[in-house]
T-cell receptor
Framework: AQSVTQLDSQVPVFEEAPVELRCNYSSSVSVYLFWYVQYPNQGLQLLLKYLSGSTLVESINGFEAEFNKSQTSFHLRKPSVHISDTAEYFCAVQQVNTGFQKLVFGTGTRLLVSP | DVKVTQSSRYLVKRTGEKVFLECVQD?????MFWYRQDPGLGLRLIYF???????EKGDIPEGYSVSREKKERFSLILESASTNQTSMYLC???????????????FGPGTRLTVL
């Protein structure tokens, strides 16, 4: 079975500051890794994913995440945040080589960006 | 544009009532999911369906049932609502896949259910 740990329930930052949202996972088999974002009063949207290949993946709005197999981590970073990045961010894993795409989610990190 | 819609954004019900939450997707996806979202617990899978009339229990199926009579529609049923079922309910869908494939799940906006 897989599990995902997001230790920070809330991360307050000032606009234009850098931010890192931490995600660690546990799995005995290979996994795909995801970050989903939930803006206020909306459903979840896929932000970025790691399936294979380069361990550094990027989103279209400036976020990036790096897969670190030895540390079983997939931390999300942005060098300069905007007010509009205020949202809840969920890390998730999916076991590779299964017949069904069950996602296992972390508990979420609320990013609060203030002016 | 892919779309998953849920019948209500907000719902208030009384303890013991039978509650139906409806989800419709217009992407011809084979797989559909119901999640429950609670603060500090993240998203937990209640039930999923990989085909019409097929259903599988997720991690927390107790107190819930589902129905999938048509490919585009997946209903979550609370037979006798209780206060501990007050939560945000999210529906998602994805194309069929298997093996080493990956298929993105698309989420609806959620239904915030309050049971009094």
């Amino acid at each position: 079975a897989q599990s995902v740990t997001q230790l920070d329930s809330q991360v307050p930052v000032f606009e234009e500051a850098p931010v890192e949202l931490r995600c660690n996972y546990s799995s005995s088999v290979s996994v795909y890794l995801f970050w989903y974002v939930q803006y206020p009063n909306q459903g979840l949207q896929l932000l970025l994913k790691y399936l294979s290949g380069s361990t550094l993946v990027e989103s279209i709005n400036g976020f990036e995440a790096e897969f670190n197999k030895s540390q079983t981590s997939f931390h999300l970073r942005k060098p300069s945040v905007h007010i509009s990045d205020t949202a809840e961010y969920f890390c998730a894993v999916q076991q590779v080589n299964t017949g069904f795409q069950k996602l296992v989610f972390g508990t979420g990190t609320r990013l609060l960006v203030s002016p | 544009d892919v779309k998953v819609t849920q019948s209500s954004r907000y719902l208030v019900k009384r303890t013991g009532e039978k509650v139906f939450l409806e989800c419709v997707q217009d992407m011809d996806h084979e797989n559909m999911f119901w999640y429950r979202q609670d603060p500090g617990l993240g998203l937990r899978l209640i039930y999923f369906s990989y085909d019409v009339k097929m259903k599988e229990k997720g991690d927390i199926p107790e107190g819930y049932s589902v129905s999938r009579e048509k490919k585009e529609r997946f209903s979550l049923i609370l037979e006798s609502a209780s206060t501990n079922q007050t939560s945000m309910y999210l529906c998602a869908s994805s194309p069929a896949g298997g093996g080493r494939s990956y298929n993105e799940q698309f989420f609806g906006p959620g239904t915030r259910l309050t049971v009094l």
